[in-house]
């Protein structure tokens, strides 16, 4: 099993597309994308949880359909949540299940797209793999203003954190790998930063969060 990694697709899938048609994808390899995916973004609020509007319907039937053309199967697809989507627990159809040792969130219509529980501990191959997902949008209040989908849990709160936590207790705080969608803030990519943009008005904390963690973990050199 081989798994390949990429991150904020956004709805755009060419790229997968592209990198597909380069690679031998077996059927036992895995794709992640580390959040913001495009799924589960364009949902609507209902009574009990988040469900898909027509478009979101679209983006996930067109991206098995472009998995398909491409490999002749359905990948299995591991998702990390990012902060520009619903959390799957939120959503109306997902279900739990077990899915290499850890909890995943997954619909029954596409059983191959599974979203990751942070705080799992996914076996790969021997290798101990946590997801944490989440981070702050600096658009998010202008979305919402705006009426754009905008997410209030797209931070991991302080129930998701002890979950980690406490798995990580579990494990002596030795993992391999770690699955995120933002990074410790000691490794922010200061140079990508938005020009003009008052970062004292940035909510970091889950950056710092996961500085906490990365300091605190054994890796396996």
Wanted: aromatic share 14%; net charge negative.
């Amino acid at each position: 099993m081989t798994v390949y990694v990429m991150g904020d697709m956004h709805g755009d899938f060419d790229p997968i597309f592209t990198v597909l048609s380069y690679i031998e994808f077996k059927k036992e390899d895995i794709l992640c994308l580390l959040g913001d995916s495009g799924l589960n973004y364009d949902v609507h609020p209902k009574e009990k949880g988040y469900i898909d509007t027509n478009k979101s319907l679209y983006i996930k039937r067109s991206l098995n359909d472009g998995l398909y053309r491409c490999l002749g199967f359905l990948p299995t697809l591991l998702i990390v949540h990012g902060n520009h989507e619903a959390r799957p627990w939120e959503a109306k159809d997902y279900e739990e299940k077990i899915w290499n040792e850890g909890i995943v969130y997954v619909e029954e219509q596409y059983p191959n797209i599974l979203f990751a529980k942070d705080g799992e501990i996914y076996n790969f191959n021997g290798k101990k793999v946590m997801p944490i997902g989440g981070a702050y949008s600096i658009d998010k209040y202008y979305r919402i203003r705006n009426g754009l989908p905008g997410f209030e849990t797209e931070q991991p709160d302080e129930a998701i954190k002890k979950y980690v936590e406490q798995k990580l207790d579990k494990v002596n705080w030795q993992l391999d790998i770690v699955l995120s969608h933002t990074v410790p803030i000691e490794c922010e990519p200061v140079w990508a930063f938005i020009p003009g943009l008052d970062q004292s008005t940035v909510d970091k904390s889950t950056e710092k969060w996961l500085q906490y963690i990365y300091n605190n973990l054994e890796f396996t050199e």
